[in-house]
């Protein structure tokens, strides 16, 4: 028996000894990695902060469109108005949906990556290591 805590195995590596519990032998570096790409998980929604860009954009064009006088609004037709501030009202809603749900999207992201992290140095804790 040796005096060293642990477990030697063949390619002489030594695992350290869990409290209690079975474990999987993983090296180090191998887990420091790991972690560090989930830490570095970065998850893409500009498609959703392009479109709701696109949409909040078109609002604001029809929405300038119609203050400066670009509609007929003295005619007996008033369609074209109507249709005008139609439009500016959906791009308006539908862009800012689109930013909402890109945001929400995002935080909910970050926080499954935060909990992956935090379970991992939960299960680092349970090991013990001797320097």
């Known amino acids: 028996?040796?005096?060293?805590?642990?477990?030697?195995?063949?390619?002489?590596?030594?695992?350290?000894?869990?409290?209690?519990?079975?474990?999987?032998?993983?090296?180090?570096?191998?887990?420091?990695?790991?972690?560090?790409?989930?830490?570095s998980i970065k998850t893409s929604?500009?498609?959703?902060?392009?479109?709701?860009?696109?949409?909040?954009g078109a609002s604001i064009t029809s929405f300038i469109?119609?203050?400066?006088?670009?509609y007929p609004s003295n005619s007996n037709n008033?369609?074209?108005?109507?249709?005008a501030w139609s439009v500016t009202?959906?791009?308006l809603v539908i862009g800012a949906f689109c930013l909402h749900f890109a945001n929400e999207t995002k935080q909910n992201s970050n926080?499954?990556?935060?909990?992956?992290?935090?379970?991992m140095e939960i299960i680092e804790k349970k090991f013990k290591k001797s320097t």
């Open 1 to 39: 028996m040796s005096d060293k805590p642990g477990y030697q195995l063949n390619h002489e590596y030594l695992v350290i000894q869990p409290e209690s519990g079975e474990a999987y032998p993983i090296l180090c570096s191998d887990w420091d990695h790991i972690k560090s790409e989930v830490i």
């Open 65 to 70: 469109s119609i203050i400066s006088g670009a």
């Open 111 to 119: 926080k499954q990556a935060e909990q992956i992290i935090s379970q």
């Open 78 to 83: 008033t369609t074209t108005i109507v249709i």
């Open 89 to 91: 009202i959906c791009c």
């Open 45 to 56: 929604f500009q498609l959703y902060h392009t479109l709701g860009s696109i949409f909040l």
